[in-house]
């Protein structure tokens, strides 16, 4: 937005929820305003306490940290040695291969299968290289894509042994009934990542949280920053936890504004990949280099969209769901930014 | 707060500014409230330009992060190798010592002398062991005593080569004229620390920042989360800086405060440390085990205070400067937790 020089008229692009947050957790976190003076809690023990309860787990079970972001780094931390090996799906979460990168780990890559992860070529892959952790996004970001919980089930039972599954579960709030997978909290093979950035409409807050055994939560405590989590950003998100009526509003929207893209799509020859995210992949039907060109016609019209950076995803741009005002941005922004590109092409 | 089951009447122990911070700080974090569906700015662009004014040093020569503690935390990553030799003071910030273990580095520590840090001791154990980090707070905590710009500088220029000064200056804007040394910011061997936890009070928005040589700043960009900084933090901060105001209202708060904890003190025959912080150390006069009953005697009193916890500087407690409701608590609650404890001894 500072490069462009002008306030975009669609921000669409970060996967961020522009419906906003809940007005109940705007107001928690200006009542905690003048109260930030003093540290925040460094146990997080209410909002923990909130989470378990609405997880069905113990607090015991659950680690807050500054996002997702900053619980990977403190995993991949935890668990990879320089040289050690990790798996991942080519183009999947680049914060996630940034952390493996920076702690010395080694990517092993599995290509996308008809734009899902794929599930048994992961597995093949992690008891081959006998990797440390498998990173495992579902639905998936940037496909929007997704498995059923039967599968990620089947995945947990056939994990090697040597290898922690990272369930990454941040859009797992826009995804149909049957998409979450029943897990014992206490399986010291899997940890679920949750986060406060997407459909509770709080990424400038800094707020995600790992599910997962207590011997493993436990770890954390041993290394992340005491004071970690900022007063505000605890009480925004408790009372966002709380604000279920607001996720359900945000989740009736989403649908219908990723219907509504859908149907831009089609009207403009592109194809909206299915989705259980809060975003829609569209296929351009041709490759990165067309797709780039789209984005970046779009970003001179104020319109804001990103794209998946490794092929063949990479033939797609990636539109994050919006209120109506974005939608009718983007509706009226493609038709000409594809003409642009056609002629020149 | 929490294990007592109660609020304080005074919370004096842990070095938050209880005056609290700007009211323009505040209500700038309310206006970001709303918009916190948005990633803050992944290079904290607008903070480090106005930080760099008021320093006058250029954006290249800043990095924010997550509090000071944050930073130490990627600092010693960036720079300590499992092995690598440290070296701080006996009882200085623990959360330094904290990230040094973390990352497997080897601590030194070297005695206070005369409840001062000892720079003169400090360069030779940094020189013997080949230290890699040299930790020194300026002024110190938890004392409160400090060294002149001069002395600084002179320790500036007799660093081993090898080694890279951290020169943690969170309480500097409590302290004379005269303390803050001048560092040529384009060199490369020393790191400040500051932070808008203590006098700026927003010790609960977790916002500090390093000054140092490009070249070691831009070190942080390659392992820091790229959005670890909030919108509401981001915010927040700017309006605090451009507050200075504020500031010089809570130092002149400070200053009466710190004089009043003194008398308070010489009321009941114990010794106020001269402090160029946001808190003074009391002198007990007597051993570890005394002042930590006064601390447990005073809590009792919900009176919050913490103590050094390294003999010899153990025989103090830590009060932090408070407004007068604070400080009259204190006062009210300092004579009968001494007369327990010392009927009980």
Redesign the interface.
């Known amino acids: 937005m500072?490069a462009n020089g002008r306030p975009f008229k669609a921000?669409i692009g970060?996967n961020?929820?522009?419906?906003?947050?809940s007005p109940k957790a705007?107001e928690a976190?200006?009542v905690?305003?003048?109260?930030?003076?003093?540290?925040?809690?460094s146990e997080c023990?209410d909002l923990r306490l909130a989470l378990a309860a609405h997880h069905g787990v113990t607090p015991a079970h659950i680690s807050v940290g500054?996002?997702i972001?900053?619980l990977l780094?403190l995993l991949v931390r935890m668990m990879v040695a320089p040289g050690d090996p990790v798996v991942t799906s080519d183009g999947a979460y680049p914060?996630f291969n940034?952390h493996v990168a920076?702690f010395g780990g080694v990517l092993h890559k599995v290509p996308y299968r008809d734009d899902h992860e794929d599930p048994g070529a992961l597995l093949v892959r992690a008891e081959e290289v006998g990797a440390k952790l498998l990173y495992f996004c579902n639905p998936d970001n940037p496909m929007g894509t997704w498995h059923s919980a039967r599968v990620v089930e089947r995945m947990v039972k056939a994990l090697p042994d040597a290898t922690l599954l990272v369930l990454d579960e941040a859009y797992i709030d826009a995804a149909p009934a049957g998409t979450a997978p029943d897990i014992n909290p206490d399986n010291p093979s899997v940890i679920r990542m949750r986060t406060f950035?997407k459909l509770y409409?709080?990424?400038?807050?800094?707020v995600g949280y790992a599910i997962g055994a207590p011997e493993l939560i436990a770890m954390f405590d041993?290394?992340r920053?005491?004071?970690?989590?900022?007063?505000?950003?605890q009480a925004?998100a408790l009372a966002a936890l709380h604000d279920q009526g607001w996720l359900t509003h945000v989740q009736t929207e989403l649908a219908a504004a990723k219907a509504r893209i859908g149907q831009i799509a089609a009207q403009n020859g592109l194809y909206a990949l299915p989705s259980a995210t809060s975003f829609v992949a569209l296929d351009t039907g041709r490759d990165g280099a067309f797709a780039k060109a789209l984005v970046d016609a779009l970003m001179a019209r104020d319109v804001f969209v990103r794209m998946p950076f490794v092929a063949p995803q990479n033939r797609c741009i990636r539109v994050s769901a919006g209120p109506q005002a974005a939608m009718d941005a983007f509706e009226s922004a493609l038709p000409s930014a594809l003409a642009e590109i056609s002629g020149k092409s």
């Open positions: 500072r921000r970060a961020e929820s522009s419906f906003g947050p705007v976190m200006c905690a305003a003048p109260e930030v003076w003093m540290y925040g809690d023990h500054e996002g972001d900053g780094g914060t940034y920076g950035s409409g709080l990424a400038g807050l800094r041993r290394i920053n005491h004071f970690g989590m900022g007063r505000i950003a925004g």
